[in-house]
């Protein structure tokens, strides 16, 4: 069985010590439930929140993420619509922000897990006798 690579990983949102457990209990189009977060890897029972408190660092990530949507959007704006009046861009960016809000927030919690966590690949030997 092939390893998954780390963007890979990433991509799929799965934990960074097994690279097969979702970190997430649920698909990222159930809206409503987008936020949900396994405390522990269904494959190899890692914890997910190292330290109490330690999401609280993915908030400037979803800050970074933020700013990024801020000025593609504001660009996006000002060229499609050949510089259009302030209320464009008042309702246009925070409704993009508020669209992508469940991408924001499950990718700033995995990308800090994996950039901040600590957690290195193990390969198990997963062969059986």
């Given at each position: 069985m092939p390893i998954p690579s780390k963007l890979r990983t990433i991509i799929e949102a799965r934990c960074p010590k097994c690279r097969e457990g979702q970190m997430f209990e649920f698909p990222i189009a159930q809206v409503r439930k987008f936020s949900h977060m396994h405390t522990h890897c269904p494959v190899?029972?890692?914890r997910f929140e190292v330290e109490p408190?330690?999401?609280i660092g993915a908030m400037y990530?979803?800050?970074v993420?933020?700013?990024i949507i801020f000025a593609t959007v504001s660009a996006a704006i000002y060229?499609?619509?050949n510089n259009p009046d302030f209320y464009y861009y008042v309702i246009g960016i925070p409704l993009m922000v508020l669209i992508l809000l469940p991408f924001m927030y499950r990718y700033s919690r995995v990308l800090f897990l994996h950039?901040?966590?600590g957690i290195?690949?193990?390969a198990e030997d997963r062969t059986t006798i």
């Open positions: 190899c029972g890692l408190g330690f999401y990530v979803s800050y993420m933020s700013v060229l499609l619509f950039m901040f966590g290195k690949y193990e």
